[in-house]
T-cell receptor
């Protein structure tokens, strides 16, 4: 297992377009998290899955955002009708549900909306 | 709501010296975890050190140690013998633990540490 993988690493899109990001977690981890990080700030929680169930969504996750984790494996995060304020690093992380192990983070997808 | 505060946006230290990064948090929970994560420039976030709230003994990982003061809700990170590779953003993070299951990580805004040769 090579850790948490995110694709693409960088995405530049025009305002109003839809974008989709993918995250492949560590296979043994049943939890998968999405965070957003803007320049000079700490990561902010967006949503998380336990297996295939989406258990919590932050109020930061507007109706334009949707996340899925079919079959409890990889996850996708889609942003519809992108806005300039969506420009950020989108981080994915995975963990066990109960272990005191912290999260393993991916390298992130940097989104720039022009 | 739980919050994490890092009061030092930027710090610098000379190579081989010791530096301490501050972190305070606010919670009404009794059972939780605390972490320090490191995010080098343009690289992924990695775990530096972790502490269980019910353990009074401060965690240590090689050159990294913490000073955990539960009553004061303080969790500082000490880096000894600083190295150039320690240059990074450091994030303090809080994680509640509910009935055997982890809650979400809540991060502070980070401290940018520069180690100077």
């Amino acid at each position: 297992d090579t850790g948490v993988s995110q694709d693409p690493r960088h995405k530049i899109t025009k305002r109003g377009q839809n974008v989709t990001f993918r995250c492949d977690p560590i296979s043994e981890h049943n939890r998968l998290y999405w965070y957003r990080q803007t320049l000079g700030q700490g990561p902010e929680f967006l949503t998380y899955f336990q297996n295939e169930a989406q258990l919590e969504k932050s109020r930061l996750l507007s109706d334009r955002f949707s996340a899925e984790r079919p079959k409890g494996s990889f996850s996708t995060l889609e942003i519809q009708r992108t806005e300039q304020g969506d420009s950020a690093m989108y981080l994915c992380a995975s963990s066990f549900e109960t272990a005191f192990s912290g999260y393993t983070f991916g390298s992130g997808t940097r989104l720039t909306v022009v | 709501a739980q919050t994490v505060t890092q009061s030092q946006p930027e710090m610098s230290v000379q190579e081989a010296e010791t530096v301490t990064l501050s972190c305070t948090y606010d919670t009404s929970e009794n059972n939780y975890y605390l972490f320090w994560y490191k995010q080098p420039p343009s690289r992924q976030m990695i775990l530096v050190i972790r502490q269980e709230a019910y353990k009074q003994q401060n965690a240590t990982e090689n050159r990294f140690s913490v000073n955990f003061q539960k009553a004061a809700k303080s969790f500082s990170l000490k880096i000894s013998d600083s190295q150039l590779g320690d240059t990074a953003m450091y994030f303090c993070a809080f994680q509640p633990f509910y009935g055997g299951s982890q809650g979400n990580l809540i991060f502070g805004k980070g401290t940018k540490l520069s180690v100077k040769p």
